[in-house]
């Protein structure tokens, strides 16, 4: 009786419908389906480097905080602590990003890399390591000369493009190098190559397109060009300051008496001793410029070995002394 009454309760109530699916569900696959986009459009490769993880987290910021992204030395220096403490390892992306969940919401999740990806973590494990063992052998096999050799879509082109699939090596390093072809089909190369000195591999990633994962700026040759340009605009403002008559008279006279005030055109000696005129090194200022004879006691690990007594020529701030004229009393 109760059944019956009940199934005819709910033909009179209609059919049953179902609550909407999550509406941050969908927000998030629609995020995750656009930041793999974007990874495919920008050749992003999803691993656990850790250029991979700065780009899906400049993506993220770019959504929740773009204010984190503003001052690029500071946001590096920020990442290199995050990548340090989550970076390299399945759980530790998963745990970053359950923390940015819960800091800016879940609107937007960070993009992750499935636990079935075949690369191998950050801190290898005593089960990959024979496989890793196994594989280097592999690799470093002998290969047949073939296997060296261009592929037909290479050989031959003519393009001196880096990024190109069709690079040919050969034209690069040969004919197109006199020319300046190799400079101008790379114009992202200019402001490098005549600044950085590449003697280290690491050195080479500032040398990478802006949008590829592993490139790495060099913090260094930014912070000195940006204080050569803030250089040059002042002094290109002084100049334009000066009247031509002044602007005349510092042709002739101003570098003549800036030479002079350089330390670059002192004597090494000279150059040395102009700032140790303060503090511990005074005394030995002023019996250099005094031209005083100075005596140095030289001592064993135990004794007195003697003295030397000389004019101090020279000396610097590690108290390292040059003496002429010197006498030695053992």
């Known amino acids: 009786m109760n059944e019956e009454s009940s199934s005819s309760s709910s033909k009179r109530r209609g059919p049953t419908t179902y ?3 999550d509406a941050s569900a969908a927000t998030d696959d629609a995020t995750e389906a656009s930041l793999t986009r974007r990874s495919k459009n920008d050749r992003i490769p999803l691993s656990l480097g850790k250029a991979s993880l700065r780009i899906r987290l400049e993506a993220y910021y770019s959504l929740i905080s773009p204010a984190i992204l503003s001052d690029r030395t500071a946001w590096l220096r920020k990442y290199d602590q995050i990548y340090e403490k989550y970076g390299g390892t399945h759980s530790g992306e998963r745990k970053l990003a359950t923390k940015l969940a819960k800091k800016y919401g879940t609107a937007v999740r960070l993009l992750l890399v499935s636990d079935s990806s075949s690369l191998v973590p950050r801190f290898p494990t005593d089960s990959n390591r024979s496989n890793d063992l196994a594989n280097t052998r592999k690799s470093n096999l002998p290969r047949d000369e073939s296997w ?3 592929r037909k879509e290479e050989a031959g082109s003519g393009i001196v493009d880096f990024l190109s699939s069709r690079f040919d090596p050969v034209e690069a390093l040969t004919g197109a190098s006199g020319r300046g072809s190799v400079a101008r089909a790379n114009p992202w190369m200019e402001e490098l190559l005549p600044k950085t000195i590449l003697d280290n591999i690491g050195k080479c990633a500032a040398l ?10 060099n913090h260094l040759q930014l912070q000195l060009r940006k204080s050569a340009a803030s250089r040059n605009s002042s002094s290109q403002q002084n100049q334009l300051a ?8 510092s042709v002739q006279i101003r570098p003549t008496t800036l030479r002079k005030q350089t330390n670059h055109d002192l004597h090494p000696f000279e150059a040395i001793a102009s700032h140790l005129d303060t503090g511990p090194h005074s005394l030995l200022f002023r019996l250099r410029r005094d031209r005083k004879r100075a005596r140095v006691v030289v001592r064993y ?3 007195v070995r003697g003295t030397i007594t000389g004019s101090l020529v020279a000396f610097d701030k590690h108290m390292n002394l040059i003496l002429r004229d010197a006498e030695a009393i053992a």
């Open 148 to 150: 060296y050799q261009l």
């Open 301 to 303: 690990v135990n004794m």
């Open 208 to 217: 990478l397109p802006t949008d590829d994962p592993l490139r790495k700026e």
């Open 242 to 249: 000066l009247g031509t008559a002044a602007a005349a008279e």
């Open 19 to 21: 609550p909407p699916p």
